[in-house]
């Protein structure tokens, strides 16, 4: 008998392996099945999907539309793994782009992070609203139209009562964003008003010994967009537009004057200069009722640090040389020699 009891430890053992080994297969074959309800519903061969979440999507409504788009192959998917991640009151609303490739993992992660789809925008500076709205009606699917409606529309808390078309007129800040998809014309006014904000601000500065409001400095600086034709001139013309308006000057600006024409060309006539606009700095002292473009930041510098100078006068050749003047005779004469 003693020797049949080595046998059934044996038979024993074999059988806890077996049934260990047929565990580990079933948890695997779990684990496995698992991966492959959350995974990818096509790893070999993804393609795009858009997405839009809607503000005030709950996590069922969620899950339905990424399901109904290919995305998970069930919804209750996505929400258990969301559940269980604890971000179901995380998930962000938006424009999404995702690829079949992705695990309800990687979208959800996506998701709670914001990640919407953008496009690359390039805002030039020195563009008027009306320039930028068709730039924007040919880069985008916001039309020109659509854009120049927010733009009447939009009001800015800072910006004083004020006879202009566009209050949003020079507060556009010029620079290349990331737009998401599918945003409004007025999404994309907010996104760069708050570039401005966050660039400029929108504070009082001293200059010169003198209160500006931001709206006054933006006008300044539009003026300046405008009439320089080089870098290295905007703190000079600076100068002259903040020696002109201490000593109660007309301005005598040209750029003012092609605003209310909306054309571009080298010299202003007789005629132009008498057009009847508050925006005519030849007919009319101080500044313009609002900025005449979106200025780009060295000019925004250039109305905020002038240079001192002596001068009252200058003219711009074709070729970007600017000449400047202390009197009206010197600068009759340069014009008479570099120009007539």
Known sequence: MAQLLPAKTHLDSKKV???????????????????????PVAYF???????????????????????EAGLVRKSSYFVALSR???????????????????????????????????????????????????LIGEKT?????????????????????????FQVEGFLFPDTYQIPRKAT???????????????VGSEEVQVRGRTLDIWEVITIASLIEEEAKLDADRPMISGVVYNRLEQRMNLQLCASVL?????????LSTADTRIDSPYNTYQHPGLT???????GLKSIQ???????????????????????????????????????
Request: without cysteine.
């Open 17 to 39: 392996v077996s049934l260990i080994m047929l565990v580990l297969v079933f948890l695997g074959g779990v684990i496995f099945y698992i991966q492959y309800l959350i995974g």
């Open 45 to 67: 061969s993804p393609k795009s999907v858009e997405v839009n979440i809607p503000s005030g999507s709950n996590l069922t409504s969620i899950a339905r539309s990424l399901e």
């Open 84 to 134: 269980f991640k604890g971000v179901q009151s995380k998930l962000k609303a938006g424009y999404y782009e995702f690829t079949t490739n992705m695990s309800i993992s990687q979208i959800i992660n996506r998701i709670v992070a914001g990640d919407v789809a953008t496009f690359k925008l390039t805002i030039p500076e020195g563009l008027t609203v009306k320039e930028m709205a068709s």
């Open 141 to 165: 699917d916001i039309t020109a139209e659509e854009f120049l409606t927010a733009a009447r529309a939009y009001k800015l808390d800072f910006m004083p009562e004020q006879d202009v078309e």
């Open 185 to 199: 014309a007025t999404d994309l006014i907010k996104i760069m008003l708050k570039r401005f904000e966050k660039v």
């Open 259 to 267: 605003y209310v024409l909306g054309v571009k060309k080298d010299r």
């Open 289 to 295: 009722p609002g900025p005449i473009s979106n200025p």
């Open 302 to 340: 250039a109305a905020l640090n002038p240079e001192d100078v002596p001068y009252f006068f200058y003219f711009a050749l074709p070729d970007g040389t600017t000449y400047y003047s202390r009197t009206y005779e010197e600068h009759s004469r340069a014009v008479q020699k570099y120009l007539d």
